[in-house]
């Protein structure tokens, strides 16, 4: 991040000699299209909030979570947040939400505390001051497009996508990537946030030639597409390429409906890494055998916490101890513009890796 960032007025360093707790807004969903990230989302902030407060705290403060449904369908986000801004009882935010959410409330911020928003984005659309830590699909789609593309050389895409901002943005960038591997756009289509019925668009896609599908569908949405996918014995006609899918998702649609498909992500639960497998010690020791799946998004809210800690080391009013990255492979906060991309291929009912699309393997 760029040394500028980190100022007095944003992370408030006159109110840091007081001995009350460091309060966090965590923005999290927990219903909607998205509300099957909320509990791993969950554990992986109060995972980092306790390893804060076990070294601690900040500057001697000890950390505390609010949360709030950050899910598009949520009616009392923006109330509740203004309400804890303006009665300053909130210190930062942590937001895993989708980008429209994102823009809304950061409209609402309006800079008066940080805001660390943490999934892959379009890398727009922004303000300035919210730091958004996820990857963007120069770095994530377009490697993972060409390698698709090496591999199996299929001649007609159909993008599939939520409708909304990331979505759209992100075809962007899919159009012309495909175009330059000399295959051709077979279709293109979004469909409302909360999607069930896709017996209609799966017919559209046999009905293209399409032999690959790049899915831009958000959460429980791209479950159900995958659902339907599978039940028309699409698996063998198309492959898919997502990089919003994630364990979660993987587990919901189950093993025979997964055949074919890829995700490029910076994280997955399968990383064979030294940072990753503590992480992931440290996990269920905390939360035991039946915690949470963890996935790519809501491990990207640990990583929030990683950044935030990074902000707050970086100004001497509130020198606390970093927390250490676990996507970096070393003691330092994830860099979606160098550190790696990994392109997963399911299998069964998880993710293995086959392919890293850029930067250096974790630890390396």
Request: charged letters at 20%; one cysteine or more.
């Amino acid at each position: 991040m760029r040394p500028d960032k980190v100022s007095g007025r944003m992370l408030q360093p006159g109110r840091a000699a007081s001995s009350r707790p460091f309060n966090i807004g965590l923005l999290i969903p927990v219903s909607g299209a998205l509300g099957i990230l909320g509990p791993s989302a969950y554990a992986c902030a109060r995972l980092a909030r306790d390893a804060w407060n076990d070294a601690d705290g900040l500057g001697g403060r000890e950390l505390r979570l609010t949360v709030l449904n950050s899910s598009e369908t949520s009616t009392t986000l923006d109330a509740e947040l203004e309400e804890l801004i303006g009665n300053r009882e909130v210190d930062a935010l942590v937001a895993l939400s989708n980008t429209e959410v994102c823009r809304r409330i950061a409209g609402l911020v309006n800079a008066r505390v940080p805001l660390i928003y943490t999934p892959h984005f379009e890398g727009t659309g922004l303000p300035d001051w919210v730091e958004a830590i996820g990857e963007t699909p120069e770095r994530q789609l377009l490697p993972a497009i060409d390698w698709m593309a090496n591999r199996y050389r299929p001649k007609r895409w159909y993008l599939l996508g939520s409708d909304y901002c990331w979505p759209h943005w992100t075809h962007l960038f899919a159009r012309s990537a495909i175009r330059a591997t000399g295959a051709q756009l077979a279709g293109e289509r979004y469909v409302p946030i909360g999607a069930r019925d896709f017996e209609q668009v799966v017919e559209d896609i046999r009905a293209s030639a399409a032999d690959a599908v790049l899915i831009s569908l958000v959460g429980a949405d791209s479950i159900h597409f995958c659902r339907a996918f599978g039940s028309a014995d699409m698996s063998r006609r198309a492959l898919r390429l997502s990089v919003c899918m994630e364990e979660n998702a993987v587990l919901a649609m189950g093993p025979e409906n997964t055949d074919g498909m890829y995700v490029a992500a910076a994280y997955f639960a399968s990383l064979e890494s030294d940072a990753n497998g503590a992480f992931k010690e440290r996990y269920h020791a905390r939360f035991g055998d039946r915690a949470p799946t963890l996935n790519s998004l809501s491990q990207s809210v640990y990583e929030g916490f990683v950044h935030l800690s990074r902000l707050a080391g970086a100004d001497a009013a509130l020198s606390g101890t970093p927390l250490d990255g676990v996507r970096a492979g070393s003691q330092r906060a994830f860099d979606a513009s160098v550190d790696p991309i990994f392109l997963g291929e399911v299998q069964g009912l998880g993710i293995r890796v086959v392919e890293t699309l850029g930067g250096s393997r974790p630890g390396s």
